[in-house]
């Protein structure tokens, strides 16, 4: 019985023990925890104040030094792919009993890879179409113990990127960090799911965030029957037997109509910024996948009848190849919308777009694939024994992606509509054939637009990637689609939300052990820190792997950098 009690004395000494021991490094992290929050507060304070000089108290129960390391982080901006800053960070952190806390570029951060977390916020600020970016770099001792710290301004550099007003371009963030998950989290509250991407690469602990701010996804026009884009190789081709535009042309190519078959304006070699579409309509197939209150339909099926002002789904793609097996589209209650996530063949089918006159309302389609027509009709339809002379492009409008293919064919094809699919460098090479075309995948070698074989006609615009006409083929450029805007009718959070101003600055800021008796940067080491909005938050960088128990101290001075 003695022994017993014994060992039972035993076994609760030892549990009470680690239950102790628990206890008291749950404490400590915890004042750890704080006292990088405040470390945070005070160097934000010096940094993007007007006061020049702080002193805090470092107070980790170790008692012992913190290191600095730079280059532990790299931050880059991206500007219409031009890269406007390129910075390196490095980080102060704790670590022990497996725990990490972390103060990097303004944040305190806690955990590593994919399970860090935010502690503190980094002081980035995105607020009605500005993005204000300053970075603190920190400087001072390499070590830096417990107990009281000297902080102190030593300068600003302000703006460091010759960019600031970018309404209407892609602006792009990168973030190489350790504690990438943490950032990711932190974006995420300040625009939104879309616009912001994680990426787990390499393996390990080391991951990069990439938010994207601006860049209107549709940012072009219907002001000409054909616009070719593609490069140095979006040209027009005007070629045998009798085919014919009617309308201005332009092309960022070269535009060869050896027999004056163009009566507009005719425009080569032009310049195009037109944003291709890929993006965008991915996200938008994405989007009604998983939402419920969209209906699935598979027209390829007996057709289908469509309305209401609804927005359709066709996971598929659909082949219209049996007369009746129609799209009636009825616009008497709204814009309708489907999205298909494949390729669309009318062969005898039609689509017909009905009760469009006097509205503004259209019927769009979003495609993943190609679009091909032989004998059919696609359009606003009305009028049909005068072969449909009153109908309106406007109410009918195709967007692709930049690998679009175009090919309509066939003595009695009508296309009334628009199609927009612009492209940086053309989708075919040139041995390759348009398999867009209902007969042949063969014919028309090179081309991504194809009208021709037959005369097939078309009302409307075409913006896409080089285009041919042959034979009798004709198109006529609807004036009254020049004051149409394509649209990818995206809700808010779908799309990166709106840059108007980018501001990036580096204020550098000394940490040094107080009594050093020098607040200058010591023994060369420096580290950049990260992005810092209203003095608020802090930011410091040095990556330190210390060994279990020891506090790591704030980073030596290590630039921020953006990405190209």
Same mark, same amino acid.
């Given at each position: 019985?003695?022994?017993?009690?014994?060992?039972?004395?035993?076994?609760?000494?030892?549990?009470?023990?680690?239950?102790?021991?628990?206890?008291?490094?749950?404490?400590?992290?915890?004042?750890?925890?704080?006292?990088?929050?405040?470390?945070?507060?005070?160097?934000?304070?010096?940094?993007?104040?007007?006061?020049?000089?702080?002193?805090?108290?470092?107070?980790?129960?170790?008692?012992?030094?913190?290191?600095?390391?730079?280059?532990?982080?790299?931050?880059?901006?991206?500007?219409?792919?031009?890269?406007?800053?390129?910075?390196?960070?490095?980080?102060?952190?704790?670590?022990?009993?497996?725990?990490?806390?972390?103060?990097?570029?303004?944040?305190?951060?806690?955990?590593?890879?994919?399970?860090?977390?935010?502690?503190?916020?980094?002081?980035?600020?995105?607020?009605?179409?500005?993005?204000?970016?300053?970075?603190?770099?920190?400087?001072?001792?390499?070590?830096?113990? !417990? #107990?009281? %710290?000297?902080?102190? +301004?030593? =300068?600003?550099?302000? *703006?460091?990127? $010759?960019?600031? @007003?970018?309404? /209407?371009?892609?602006?792009?963030?990168?973030?190489?960090?350790?504690?990438?998950?943490?950032?990711?989290?932190?974006?995420?509250?300040?625009?939104?799911?879309?616009?912001?991407?994680?990426?787990?690469?390499? !393996? #390990?602990? %080391?991951?990069?965030? +990439?938010? =994207?701010?601006?860049? *209107?996804?549709? $940012?072009?026009? @219907?002001?000409? /029957?054909?616009?070719?884009?593609?490069?140095?190789?979006?040209?027009?081709?005007?070629?045998?037997?009798?085919?014919?535009?009617?309308?201005?042309?332009?092309?960022?190519?070269?535009?060869?109509?050896?027999?004056?078959?163009?009566?507009?304006?005719?425009?080569?070699?032009?310049?195009?910024?037109?944003?291709?579409?890929?993006?965008?309509?991915?996200?938008?197939?994405?989007?009604?996948?998983?939402?419920?209150?969209?209906?699935?339909?598979?027209?390829?099926?007996?057709?289908?009848?469509?309305?209401?002002?609804?927005?359709?789904?066709?996971?598929?793609?659909?082949?219209?190849?049996?007369?009746?097996?129609?799209?009636?589209?009825?616009?008497?209650?709204?814009?309708?919308?489907?999205?298909?996530?494949?390729?669309?063949?009318?062969?005898?089918?039609?689509?017909?777009?009905?009760?469009?006159?006097?509205?503004?309302?259209?019927?769009?389609?979003?495609?993943?694939?190609?679009?091909?027509?032989?004998?059919?009709?696609?359009?606003?339809?009305?009028?049909?024994?005068?072969?449909?002379?009153?109908?309106?492009?406007?109410?009918?409008?195709?967007?692709?992606?930049?690998?679009?293919?175009?090919?309509?064919?066939?003595?009695?094809?009508?296309?009334?509509?628009?199609?927009?699919?612009?492209?940086?460098?053309?989708?075919?090479?040139?041995?390759?054939?348009?398999?867009?075309?209902?007969?042949?995948?063969?014919?028309?070698?090179?081309?991504?637009?194809?009208?021709?074989?037959?005369?097939?006609?078309?009302?409307?615009?075409?913006?896409?990637?080089?285009?041919?006409?042959?034979?009798?083929?004709?198109?006529?450029?609807?004036?009254?689609?020049?004051?149409?805007?394509?649209?990818?009718?995206?809700?808010?959070?779908?799309?990166?939300?709106?840059?108007?101003?980018?501001?990036?600055?580096?204020?550098?800021?000394?940490?040094?052990?107080?009594?050093?008796?020098?607040?200058?940067?010591?023994?060369?080491?420096?580290?950049?820190?990260?992005?810092?909005?209203?003095?608020?938050?802090?930011?410091?960088?040095?990556?330190?792997?210390?060994?279990?128990?020891?506090?790591?101290?704030?980073?030596?001075?290590?630039?921020?950098?953006?990405?190209?």
């Amino acid at each position: 019985m003695m022994g017993f009690v014994a060992a039972a004395s035993v076994s609760l000494f030892v549990v009470g023990t680690a239950t102790v021991d628990q206890t008291r490094d749950t404490a400590q992290e915890n004042q750890v925890e704080n006292t990088f929050r405040q470390f945070n507060k005070d160097v934000s304070s010096v940094a993007f104040g007007r006061q020049k000089y702080r002193s805090m108290e470092f107070d980790i129960q170790d008692q012992t030094a913190a290191f600095r390391q730079e280059n532990t982080g790299q931050i880059r901006v991206v500007v219409d792919g031009t890269e406007i800053v390129n910075k390196q960070v490095g980080s102060l952190v704790y670590e022990k009993s497996g725990e990490t806390i972390a103060y990097q570029a303004g944040g305190v951060w806690r955990g590593t890879g994919e399970e860090s977390r935010m502690v503190s916020r980094p002081p980035v600020e995105y607020q009605n179409g500005s993005l204000t970016f300053p970075i603190p770099a920190l400087d001072g001792d390499e070590s830096v113990q !417990a #107990g009281q %710290v000297d902080i102190n +301004k030593m =300068k600003t550099e302000s *703006p460091i990127n $010759n960019v600031g @007003f970018v309404e /209407g371009k892609l602006v792009t963030l990168y973030i190489t960090s350790k504690y990438y998950q943490g950032w990711a989290q932190y974006f995420r509250t300040q625009t939104n799911d879309v616009a912001v991407e994680v990426d787990h690469s390499p !393996a #390990g602990d %080391v991951g990069t965030v +990439k938010v =994207k701010l601006g860049k *209107p996804v549709a $940012n072009g026009d @219907f002001e000409d /029957g054909v616009m070719a884009t593609g490069g140095d190789d979006g040209d027009i081709s005007m070629g045998n037997g009798d085919p014919g535009i009617n309308g201005p042309v332009a092309a960022t190519g070269d535009i060869d109509d050896p027999g004056n078959d163009i009566s507009g304006t005719k425009t080569p070699n032009k310049e195009s910024d037109l944003y291709e579409l890929d993006e965008a309509i991915d996200r938008k197939v994405d989007e009604v996948s998983s939402d419920g209150s969209v209906i699935t339909v598979n027209p390829e099926s007996g057709g289908a009848s469509l309305g209401g002002g609804n927005t359709y789904y066709d996971p598929n793609g659909f082949s219209l190849s049996d007369s009746g097996d129609d799209i009636v589209v009825d616009l008497s209650s709204g814009n309708v919308t489907l999205v298909v996530d494949g390729d669309m063949e009318l062969t005898d089918g039609d689509i017909k777009v009905k009760n469009a006159g006097g509205t503004d309302y259209a019927f769009r389609i979003y495609s993943t694939g190609d679009f091909g027509m032989k004998n059919a009709f696609a359009g606003d339809y009305r009028d049909e024994t005068s072969g449909h002379s009153a109908s309106s492009a406007q109410h009918f409008q195709v967007y692709g992606t930049s690998e679009m293919l175009v090919g309509l064919q066939g003595g009695s094809t009508r296309f009334v509509g628009t199609i927009y699919a612009p492209r940086n460098e053309p989708a075919l090479e040139d041995d390759e054939g348009n398999h867009a075309l209902p007969s042949s995948e063969d014919d028309c070698e090179g081309w991504d637009v194809c009208v021709y074989k037959g005369s097939s006609a078309v009302k409307g615009a075409i913006v896409a990637g080089p285009t041919k006409f042959e034979q009798s083929a004709g198109m006529t450029y609807d004036t009254s689609l020049t004051d149409i805007q394509p649209t990818l009718e995206l809700d808010d959070g779908v799309l990166p939300p709106p840059i108007t101003f980018l501001k990036v600055s580096v204020h550098t800021v000394g940490v040094n052990n107080s009594g050093a008796g020098n607040l200058a940067p010591a023994g060369g080491l420096g580290a950049s820190a990260s992005v810092a909005s209203p003095p608020t938050t802090a930011t410091g960088f040095a990556t330190v792997t210390a060994p279990s128990g020891v506090v790591a101290a704030p980073a030596v001075r290590a630039e921020t950098g953006f990405d190209r």
